[in-house]
């Protein structure tokens, strides 16, 4: 049997009731945003490591934000794919993301926990107040109306996460009775480390063997857009949803 139909048998056994989706940006690469590191992870030769973090904004917030504004543009231009539109069937799932994109909400998800943030939201450097910001900026680097910079409504590397998130993320995949861990490479810590309180079943989806594949109950190496959708149909037949 091949891992797809073990878990695809594991989800008509068990009868999951408690559902949450834990993703990466491994999720929108079918989307066409590119992964910090896969292919086209790169941004003018600059890591992604170089550029998203507070040092790098104090010393250079012109730069910072030209590749921001690009990552903006792609973003705006993509599309939520199949593996998006398939968690967003799940009537009662908790989806728990890395991602910055806001992929899973334009594909019609409505419970989702943004650990790091979303690149369309603003934070002014003095004020601290946030701001939505869809479109792209007639210059760079945007501006509060106190003067002050923006910077993007992220979390960059060796930043805490925002206030309750990661808490509220624990509690729901202690409770689930079953986790889909799908395209993160699992080494963005405090993030990854919340795969291991799953007491219930986990399956990944991810092409390539992570830094979670071993403590996962299935590891299906597919891509999210061919496997998402027939663990999501599973799980609905399932619990007659
Ligand atoms: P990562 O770049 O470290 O790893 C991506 C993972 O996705 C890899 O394991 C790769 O094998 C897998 N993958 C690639 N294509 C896939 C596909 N089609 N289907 C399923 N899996 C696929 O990403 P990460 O673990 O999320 O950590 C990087 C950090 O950077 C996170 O905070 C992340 O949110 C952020 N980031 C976000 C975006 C976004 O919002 N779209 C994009 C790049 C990075």
Same mark, same amino acid.
């Given at each position: 049997?091949?891992?797809?139909?073990?878990?695809?048998?594991?989800?008509?056994?068990?009868?999951?009731?408690?559902?949450?989706?834990?993703?990466?940006?491994?999720?929108?690469?079918?989307?066409?945003?590119?992964?910090?590191?896969?292919?086209?992870?790169?941004?003018?030769? /600059?890591?992604?490591?170089?550029?998203?973090?507070?040092?790098?904004?104090?010393?250079?917030?012109?730069?910072?934000?030209?590749? /921001?504004?690009?990552?903006?543009?792609?973003?705006?231009?993509?599309?939520? #794919?199949?593996?998006? *539109?398939?968690?967003?069937?799940?009537?009662?799932?908790?989806?728990?993301?890395?991602?910055?994109?806001?992929?899973?909400?334009?594909?019609?998800?409505? #419970? &989702? &926990?943004?650990?790091?943030?979303?690149?369309? *939201?603003?934070?002014?450097?003095?004020?601290?107040?946030?701001?939505?910001?869809?479109?792209?900026?007639?210059?760079?680097?945007? *501006?509060?109306?106190?003067?002050?910079?923006?910077?993007?409504?992220?979390?960059?590397?060796?930043?805490?996460?925002?206030?309750?998130?990661?808490?509220?993320?624990?509690?729901?995949? *202690?409770?689930?009775?079953?986790?889909?861990?799908?395209?993160?490479?699992?080494?963005?810590?405090?993030?990854?480390?919340?795969?291991?309180?799953?007491?219930?079943?986990?399956?990944?989806? #991810?092409?390539?063997?992570?830094?979670?594949?071993?403590?996962?109950? /299935?590891?299906?190496?597919?891509?999210?857009?061919?496997?998402?959708?027939?663990?999501?149909?599973?799980?609905?037949?399932?619990? #007659?949803?």
């Amino acid at each position: 049997m091949s891992d797809l139909a073990e878990a695809i048998e594991a989800i008509s056994r068990t009868k999951p009731q408690r559902v949450v989706v834990f993703t990466g940006a491994g999720v929108s690469a079918e989307s066409g945003i590119p992964t910090f590191r896969g292919a086209g992870g790169l941004w003018r030769n /600059y890591r992604a490591e170089d550029l998203a973090t507070p040092e790098a904004f104090a010393r250079d917030p012109f730069l910072v934000w030209q590749w /921001y504004e690009w990552r903006r543009g792609l973003i705006r231009d993509a599309q939520p #794919n199949a593996a998006h *539109r398939a968690v967003a069937r799940l009537p009662n799932a908790v989806v728990v993301t890395q991602n910055v994109d806001g992929l899973h909400a334009r594909g019609g998800a409505t #419970n &989702i &926990i943004e650990l790091h943030g979303n690149i369309f *939201r603003l934070r002014c450097v003095r004020e601290g107040t946030e701001h939505d910001a869809f479109d792209a900026f007639e210059s760079l680097p945007p *501006r509060c109306k106190c003067g002050a910079l923006f910077r993007p409504g992220v979390v960059w590397f060796g930043e805490m996460l925002p206030a309750g998130a990661l808490e509220r993320a624990a509690e729901e995949i *202690r409770n689930a009775d079953l986790l889909l861990v799908i395209g993160t490479s699992g080494v963005v810590q405090p993030a990854a480390s919340l795969v291991a309180l799953c007491g219930g079943t986990s399956i990944e989806i #991810n092409p390539q063997t992570s830094a979670l594949s071993s403590s996962c109950t /299935y590891a299906i190496a597919a891509s999210a857009a061919e496997a998402t959708p027939p663990l999501v149909d599973a799980i609905l037949e399932a619990t #007659n949803a």
